[in-house]
C-alpha cells in the first residue's frame, strides 16, 4: 500500500511497493499520486474506500467507527475483504518502521520500473 507507507514516510516502501503497482496497473503515475497525496488523488469509489479506510488505521486506528466500516461496505468491500485492508495495513505499518528502524534505501532499479519500458534485447 503505496498510501500507507507514503503517510508513514517511508521512502523504502513508496518507491518499492510503487515499482510494483506501476507495472501491475500499467500506469506510471498513479503510484506516485496516491504516495504523496492519497486524500486528493481521484479514485473510483471502491479504490477510495480502501485506501481511505487503509489510511484512517494506519494514521489513527482508534478513530475507526462502525461508520467508518458502514462506509467501505457501502463502496462494495465485504467483512473479508475489510479484514484483508486492516492484516496488509498493519503488516505495512510493521514494515515500515523497520524499514526506517534499518535506514533502507530501495535498490536504485526500483526507481525506474514501471517507468521506463524495458530492453526488449
Not at 457501502?74 to 510493521?94: C, K, S
Amino acid at each position: 500500500m503505496v498510501a500507507t507507507s507514503g503517510a508513514n514516510h517511508c521512502a523504502y516502501c513508496v518507491v518499492a511497493h510503487g515499482a510494483i503497482h506501476r507495472i501491475r496497473s500499467k500506469d506510471p503515475y498513479l503510484a506516485d499520486d496516491v504516495a504523496a497525496s492519497p486524500w486528493g488523488t481521484e479514485l473510483p469509489q471502491r479504490q477510495r474506500a480502501i485506501i481511505d479506510l487503509a489510511l484512517l488505521l494506519a494514521r489513527d486506528s482508534a478513530r475507526l467507527t462502525e461508520a467508518d466500516l458502514d462506509a467501505a461496505r457501502a463502496a462494495g468491500l465485504t467483512d473479508e475483504e475489510i479484514w484483508q485492508v486492516g492484516a496488509i495495513t498493519a503488516f505495512f505499518a510493521m514494515s515500515n518502521r523497520l524499514a526506517h528502524l534499518m535506514a533502507l534505501r530501495p535498490n536504485p532499479e526500483f526507481h525506474l520500473l514501471g517507468r521506463v519500458p524495458r530492453d526488449a534485447g
